[in-house]
């Protein structure tokens, strides 16, 4: 078995996940939540996030073979929900969120806070460009930074502000909207 480790891959991959999960952005969930409950499990929270993810990552093709869609459609679809992820993020409107969880457990922080349906699908779309071993060390880079967010996120946005998190949440909306632009020319042209 050869491993194709590129470092651009990575980084590349480990924004687009960055931009999709937004943790950043996601404090004042996450603080409201820790208010609601008391305690948040960090490390249940970001395993429990890990697994989901990568099993999506190798199980997910599979999936969509099974229903008779192919990669490249699948991904063009990624895009835009990222898209529309990127327009919450840089807008500040919110044009769909569930009913407010109940408790804090690994229901709404590791699905569908952290692993939720836009990271799913950019891992698939991910998929469609990059190296496998690539995506996940991305994926484990994004799940040490959840952790350590979870872990003191009270701390952080005490340090940020809450302009230092609206400022932080429009600059990757408009990373991620460019990320979502890039897919979706990559991917369109190999569907015609």
Known sequence: MEFHFNFREIIT??????????????IPIIIGLRNKVGHIQSEK????AAIIMVAFLFLGEEI????????????????????????????GITLYRDDEPESASIVPIAFPLI??????TSLLSLRAEFYVENIIIAIIVNIIFVFIVLKSSVKIEKMLGSGGVNVIRKVF??????IAVKLFAANINQLF
């Open 13 to 26: 991959a480990s924004m687009v996940l960055f931009a999709v999960i937004d943790i950043l952005g996601s």
């Open 173 to 178: 909306g408009v990373i991620l909207m460019a």
């Open 64 to 91: 969509l073979n099974l229903i008779g869609i192919d990669v490249n459609s699948f991904a063009v679809a990624g895009a835009f929900i990222i898209f529309f992820l990127a327009i919450e993020m840089i807008l």
């Open 115 to 120: 692993a939720g349906a836009g990271t799913l």
């Open 45 to 48: 929270a970001s395993v429990v």
